[in-house]
């Protein structure tokens, strides 16, 4: 059995060729701005996770984000 998803495109928009989609969920919009109030908060990692260091680490974290 073949399952589509459904993608809210209809056939005359999928002719019309690739289209770049810009927007940002309501919740990312409201932690850059709380980020941008009040700065980063110094976060102090219990000691049953301090050998998990390296996933808290923002040059780990930005590994992923496009540049």
Do not use: Q
């Not at 850059?32 to 390296?54: D, M, N, P, W």
């Amino acid at each position: 059995m073949e399952c589509t998803l459904w993608s809210g495109v209809t056939p005359s928009e999928m002719r019309g060729g690739p289209v770049e989609v810009n927007c940002t969920h309501i919740a990312v919009e409201m932690a850059h701005k709380y980020t941008s109030e009040h700065g980063k908060e110094e976060v102090i990692l219990l000691e049953e996770f301090k050998c998990h260091i390296a996933l808290f680490l923002d040059e780990e974290a930005n590994k992923f984000l496009p540049t």
